[in-house]
Each structure stands twice: as structure tokens, then as C-alpha cells.
């Protein structure tokens, strides 16, 4: 990464896999830490027979109630 995020904490590893035609996509979840901060690290790869891409979403730590709200309430609607 560069130290674009900090240092790896934990890798969670790959969290979706989908195939389509000549097209794959990965998405893998990190967990980092930058100037004392964690951050979760959304990664999705993207390969085609002559392309590639990588979009990074960052949630950070100011947002992990938030997200742990969301999931939450998603258990609770799906009766998880």
C-alpha cells in the first residue's frame, strides 16, 4: 500500500468473489492504522481480459459506530 493507509493490522481476506464472461471481481476487506487511527479498508480488484482496476473505500474509525449500527440493524431485519 505505500503507507497510503498506515500499517496492515489485519487482512480479513477476500469477502466476494464473482465471475462474469472474461471479467473477476475480488472484494477484500484490511484493517490499518495511521498516526493512531484505524481505518477499514475496503479494496475492490476488478480484471478483464485487458483491463484492470482497483477502487479503495476507507471507513474510519469516526464512522465504525455508525457502520456497526447499520449491521445491526441488518441482523435484526433479516432475523440473523
Known amino acids: ?23 473477476r471481481t475480488r472484494v477484500s476487506l484490511q484493517l490499518y492504522k495511521k498516526s493512531g487511527e484505524f481505518n477499514l479498508v475496503i479494496k475492490e480488484s476488478n480484471f478483464a481480459l485487458l483491463a484492470a482496476s482497483v477502487r479503495y473505500t476507507r471507513i474510519s474509525e469516526a464512522q465504525f459506530k455508525q457502520l456497526k449500527n447499520v449491521v445491526d440493524d441488518v441482523y435484526e431485519r433479516a432475523n440473523l
Do not use: K, N, P, Q
Open 1 to 23: 500500500m505505500f503507507g497510503l493507509f498506515g500499517d496492515l493490522v489485519h487482512d480479513y481476506g477476500i469477502i466476494e468473489e464473482r465471475h462474469r464472461f472474461l471479467m
